[in-house]
């Protein structure tokens, strides 16, 4: 991740605030990914660059709920409802060279590996400096409008 985990209550209830006024400005939307009985598990972020055609993801699952497949589900929900969106033709993630689950969540919702960008990210849990990170994308051609595609993005009350 880039941000290191959280020291104080006070800290994650900003973050929540943060995630909810991005939400309300229309282009950077968190979930809150949580198992049927509503326990929080993890979190997805998208955030939609419309003038640019493309969204990219980031995602993390809390530690005792790894290699259960949580991941791989709910990027795929929200992978599929982002192509659908009529100005998103391109999504894309990046993840740390040693984040091998990472990788591999990635892979197995179709994501293709695109290439390494050198010293792209700070991740403050492995290292203060920048570190090399694995690209993937995953696109739809411009001849492909998706079934239910809309011309703006659904209001914020539709999503
Ligand atoms: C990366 C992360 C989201 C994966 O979540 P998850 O719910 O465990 O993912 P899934 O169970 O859907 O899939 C994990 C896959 O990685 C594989 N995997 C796990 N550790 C691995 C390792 N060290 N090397 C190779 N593969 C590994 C699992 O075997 C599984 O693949 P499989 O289904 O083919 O067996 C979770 O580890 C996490 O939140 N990590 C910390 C935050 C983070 O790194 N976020 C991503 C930033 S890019």
């Not at 979190?43 to 660059?49: E, M, P, Y």
């Not at 530690?63 to 497949?69: D, F, L, S, V």
């Amino acid at each position: 991740m880039s941000w290191k985990p959280h020291q104080s209550l006070e800290e994650t209830k900003d973050f929540v605030k943060g995630r909810i006024d991005a939400w309300n400005r229309g282009d950077d939307f968190t979930w809150a990914v949580t198992k049927r009985d509503g326990s929080l598990i993890g979190g997805i972020g998208l955030r939609i660059r419309e003038r640019e055609f493309k969204a990219e993801l980031g995602y993390l699952i809390g530690r005792p709920y790894w290699g259960r497949g949580y991941a791989t589900e709910a990027l795929r929900a929200v992978v599929q409802w982002a192509l659908q969106q009529a100005q998103v033709f391109r999504v894309w993630a990046v993840c740390d060279v040693e984040n091998a689950a990472s990788a591999r969540v990635l892979e197995k919702c179709g994501f293709e590996k695109e290439g390494l960008l050198r010293k792209w990210n700070v991740h403050p849990q492995v290292s203060n400096t920048p570190r090399d990170c694995l690209c993937y994308s995953i696109v739809r051609e411009s001849t492909s409008q998706p079934s239910g595609a809309t011309d703006v993005l659904p209001r914020t009350a539709d999503r």
